[in-house]
């Protein structure tokens, strides 16, 4: 099965060695992905998810360092390899975008030269050519006059075209994988809509696999097939979208369904409920579970022990010591039978 | 871009009679007449140099006369040296301070800058930490100390390079470092902050997410953003090397602008100080104008706000 | 299984009181933003010596000339251009006169001309870069206007025409540096106050009725003095050096008094034959801008780490 997989995380544990210790911001981490799937990364800023992508492009800039675990794409083991090595990957094989199109644009050249630089280096056309496939990929993103528009400055394009901007510079040597950190956060909510229906579109077209990672639960149901809940370092539920939305298994999945805001017709307006509390200092890990001290139904055991995940179903595991076949009974999580036969 | 060049083209005019005309009211209004450090001149030499420098016309009529001189490049005769005018000798004098200041400037964008460049890229190595301790202290020692060390141990105690006038190429070296070393050292922190910053922004993680070389992010992406602070410090550091030639000229003992003008001000040369002044004002804004075309150059972002 | 272990198993699937929950929450100890300043800077070596460095300096020039058995002006022509020695610490001049207790006095005229330039310049450049950013629109875009066009000219031009105009000595100087550098003070308060002046307690404080110009010095302008000191730390030494080099072509104090400039511009010709004219006024000039700069980096480092090189 793990030779389908186009990518292929193992035990990943990143750290940052700063002035004032170890923060160990992935204390763990497995997951995988098959080629042409799109799975969403969901967690707080903290939860480790945007080191993941920066460790798997290996982008970490120091402190920061992989010191353990495999990233295998294609097989090969992207932790090991060189910087030289690396370079000829990124761009070409795996891309990335970003959360803020304005400042991740260099704003001294034009965008047709962002775009080009890339086609250039990795496909080694001439200019003309690479010229002609930018103005196609801005077509493609939906840009309109493109041949216009190459000759432009960052400054000169609104913030959705920028992001399109940058998923056309992003997919212009037609990687594999393309991981999207953040795209639509810094983007109001109609355009935001627009760039994932435009990601799902070139998914679709171009065979692309994507990780779509944010902290809103609501950007992924659509784009994706597959959602990874992380918490402190570490994966608290894996799932379908249908399991993850219908069938949550997990204190803090369930948290951030219940604080996404619904519009409902119905006359009883439902309260948000925030999850109180702030995330866990990743300087001293917590040796037992990380969301205890924010979750309503934490047991002894929970700072005592780091739970083990159970599989619910061949795609849907979570962490909680609330599956455990001898923890009190808590319906929405585990609907367990105590031994009284009591529900 | 026309828009812009002709708006800063006119602001440098503005600027210039904004100068000419404060300095001519400056020098008008000094205490005592031209003469005062003379003894007393017979009273008919007294109404001929008056009637000579148009001294007795009202003064707005002195004003415009001036103005139109300053125009056609005519700054009026030296008071003091009987049969001089200003302009022939800024003439005289000006071409050796050029020399002495072009190669400073050039020394300093071509030394400052890359080291700058390479101390940001090794932060926090020992090269790092040298480089800045020098920088420290080009910014905090005076020229004159500075020349006056480098006179004494290469002049003096080693006798390796002349300290005095302006002859060979041997004569410019340490009269170009004294005058450069404040600068140059001030240009190597700037340079090396503005590429520290430069590296930590968003855009650069993209270039390297694209799979450029770590060269091409660097010398592609980040030093043209990084030159931008850069840029505009050439005005001010123009006017740090045109006011230090006068330490260093006196020094050094080099015929130039720089010393003559010194030497107008204790005579109390007062065309000759209004003169070299509004002189030096002008090559400054002309700098000025420059430094604010190279910088539309650089960065787009300016010449749209403009407009 | 026991029954104490029974017990123990079942005591783990208890929920967590609140107590429990809230143990791994790190508290630090609040502090005034003051306060905070303060203990970053003493963590700054080199800024709290040269802070001590200054003091040392300061106590020495009001102190020192009250018991030195040598007036600055006590001329004795036997003893010119000593060497440094026992009965002399820095040698003497070519008028005999002791070289430590001038360069002392010089001590006391530079660092006067540079503290009182500098609070001078604090003044004019607070209150012209205050009412500039408080007021905003037509009027602060004509204040601004016309420190372009005087920024632009170099400023030490000025201060030479002026001291032509105003004639030699202390005042003129004074005169003279303080109304050309507060230009630079007037940008960044004025920069600073165009930032403060949307945050929301000016408009609380306007609904209560407070007056413009108490908002502005009440305010605003405490809020600002981060920059505003850093910037006034570091116009010290362009002050003493501006004097030093006014010093240089003539116009710097009259004698017998002699600021560093003066004593330095006087040892040069004959500073190869007497090095130690030169030398002992240099380096008193060269470790005060030294002293200032470290202090004024390390109090930006302290007010803002984020400004941070």
Redesign the interface.
């Known amino acids: 099965m793990s030779s389908e997989n186009l990518l292929d995380v193992k035990n990943l544990k990143t750290s940052f060695f700063t002035h004032v210790g170890e923060v160990k911001a992935i204390r763990g981490v497995d997951f995988h992905l098959k080629k042409g799937e799109a799975i969403g990364i969901v967690g707080e800023s903290g939860s480790g998810k945007s080191v993941t992508s920066l460790s798997v492009?290996r982008?970490l800039l120091n402190p920061g360092k992989i010191i353990d675990g495999q990233i295998l794409f294609n097989g090969e083991d992207l932790a090991t390899k060189s910087?030289?090595e690396?370079?000829?990957?990124?761009?070409?094989e795996i891309?990335?975008i970003?959360q803020?199109p304005m400042?991740?644009?260099?704003?001294?050249?034009t965008i047709g030269d962002q775009i080009m630089?890339?086609i250039i280096?990795?496909q080694k056309v001439s200019k003309e050519e690479a010229r002609k496939k930018a103005v196609e990929m801005l077509k493609i993103v939906g840009i309109p006059s493109p041949e216009k528009r190459i000759k432009q400055?960052p400054?000169?394009f609104s913030g959705g075209m920028r992001q399109r901007a940058?998923i056309a510079?992003a997919l212009s040597c037609e990687p594999q994988l393309l991981i999207a950190d953040e795209p639509t956060t810094a983007l109001d909510v109609t355009i935001q809509a627009q760039i994932l229906e435009l990601m799902k579109d070139l998914k679709d077209r171009l065979n692309t696999s994507i990780i779509l990672i944010t902290h809103d639960l609501g950007v992924v149901v659509d784009v994706c097939s597959r959602i990874i809940v992380m918490y402190g370092g570490l994966i608290m539920e894996e799932g379908s979208s249908e399991e993850i939305f219908y069938n949550p298994k997990h204190p803090y999945t369930l948290g951030l369904l219940k604080s996404i805001p619904k519009i409902t017709e119905k006359s009883d307006k439902q309260r948000l409920i925030p999850i109180d509390g702030t995330p866990p200092d990743l300087l001293k890990p917590p040796k037992g579970c990380p969301f205890a001290p924010r979750c309503d139904y934490a047991m002894k055991i929970c700072i005592e022990q780091s739970p083990e995940y159970t599989q619910m179903s061949p795609t849907h595991r979570s962490m909680c010591h609330l599956l455990h076949p001898d923890a009190p009974s808590v319906p929405e999580i585990n609907g367990n039978i105590d031994k009284e036969g009591q529900a | 871009m026309g828009r812009y060049v002709l708006k800063r083209f006119g602001s440098m005019f503005?600027?210039l009679f904004?100068?000419t005309t404060f300095?001519f009211i400056?020098?008008h209004?000094?205490?005592g007449g031209p003469f005062t450090s003379e003894k007393k001149l017979p009273p008919e030499i007294e109404r001929a140099l008056a009637e000579k420098y148009n001294l007795n016309d009202p003064i707005h009529t002195q004003y415009i006369d001036y103005l139109k001189g300053v125009v056609q490049g005519d700054l009026g005769p030296s008071f003091k040296y009987k049969g001089r005018d200003v302009s022939g000798m800024i003439g005289d004098y000006f071409p050796v301070s050029a020399q002495l200041g072009g190669t400073a400037i050039l020394v300093i964008l071509l030394i400052g800058v890359p080291i700058g460049v390479i101390s940001a890229l090794k932060q926090g190595t020992w090269l790092d930490s040298f480089v800045m301790l020098f920088a420290?202290?080009g910014?905090?020692?005076?020229s004159?100390?500075v020349a006056?060390l480098m006179?004494?141990v290469f002049g003096?105690k080693l006798k390796l390079l002349p300290t005095s006038r302006w002859a060979t190429p041997k004569h410019m070296i340490m009269p170009v470092i004294a005058l450069a070393a404040y600068s140059v050292a001030f240009i190597a922190?700037l340079t090396?902050?503005s590429m520290?910053e430069v590296i930590q922004?968003?855009?650069i993680?993209?270039?390297?997410?694209?799979?450029?070389?770590?060269g091409?992010v660097v010398f592609k992406?980040a030093l043209?953003?990084a030159l931008i602070p850069i840029v505009t410090y050439i005005?001010p550091m123009a006017?740090g090397i045109?006011?230090g030639s006068?330490?260093i000229e006196?020094?050094f003992a080099i015929p130039g602008m720089g010393r003559m003008f010194?030497e107008s001000?204790?005579n109390?040369d007062y065309t000759v100080?209004m003169g070299v002044?509004i002189f030096?004002?002008a090559i400054?804004?002309f700098m000025?104008f420059i430094v604010d075309l190279v910088y539309g150059l650089?960065?787009?972002?300016i010449k749209?706000d403009e407009d | 299984m026991d029954n104490t272990q029974v017990k123990n198993k079942q005591n783990l699937w208890q929920p967590l009181s609140k107590e429990e929950r809230d143990a791994d929450k790190i508290v630090r100890p609040s502090m005034t933003y003051w306060q905070d300043v303060w203990r970053r800077l003493k963590g700054n070596k080199v800024a709290m010596g040269s802070l001590i460095f200054l003091i040392f300096l300061i106590l020495v020039a009001i102190f020192v000339p009250m018991f030195w058995p040598y007036s600055y002006s006590d001329q004795n022509l036997m003893n010119a251009n000593q060497s440094p020695s026992a009965q002399h610490i820095f040698g003497t001049d070519k008028h005999g006169r002791d070289l430590f207790i001038r360069v002392i006095y010089g001590a006391r005229i530079s660092l006067t001309v540079g503290i009182a330039a500098s609070i001078i310049n604090l003044v004019v450049g607070v209150v012209y870069g205050g009412i500039s950013g408080y007021a905003g629109g037509k009027t602060d875009n004509l204040m601004m206007r016309i420190v372009d066009?005087l920024y632009?000219?170099?400023?030490?031009?000025y201060v030479?025409?002026?001291m032509?105009?105003l004639?030699a000595g202390m005042k003129s100087i004074l005169i003279a540096i303080g109304t050309t550098y507060w230009i630079s003070m007037a940008r960044i308060v004025r920069g600073q106050i165009l930032s403060l002046k949307e945050q929301e307690y000016v408009m609380a404080a306007r609904t209560l009725g407070a007056s413009d110009s108490r908002i502005l010095f009440k305010h605003l302008i405490p809020n600002a003095m981060g920059p505003i000191i850093v910037t006034m730390t570091m116009s010290i030494?362009s002050a003493i050096?501006t004097e030093?080099?006014l010093s240089?072509?003539?116009?710097g104090v009259s004698a017998p008094k002699a600021s560093w400039g003066v004593l330095?511009n006087d040892a040069?010709g004959s500073?190869?034959l007497y090095?130690h004219h030169?030398f002992f006024p240099?380096l008193a000039?060269?470790l005060t801008?030294?002293a200032f700069?470290?202090l004024g980096d390390g109090l930006r480092d302290a007010l803002d780490p984020k400004m941070r090189?």
């Open positions: 492009m982008l910087d030289k690396m370079q000829n990957i990124r761009g070409n891309s990335m970003f803020d400042t991740s644009l260099n704003p001294v050249y630089e890339a280096k990795h400055y400054h000169e940058m510079m | 503005l600027t904004v100068i300095t400056m020098m209004l000094v205490p420290i202290l910014v905090t020692i005076p004159f100390v006056a006179i004494y003096v922190r090396r902050s520290l922004q968003d855009y993680r993209t270039a390297r997410a694209k799979g450029l070389s770590e091409v992406h043209k953003n005005g006017a045109l006011t006068f330490v006196k020094i010194v001000i204790s109390r100080i002044t030096y004002a400054l804004v000025v650089i960065d787009p972002r749209i | 066009i632009t000219i170099p400023l030490t031009l030479i025409l002026l032509v105009w004639g030494p050096f030093a080099f240089f072509i003539g116009l330095a040069l500073f190869m090095p030169l240099a000039l060269s801008m030294l700069n470290f090189k």
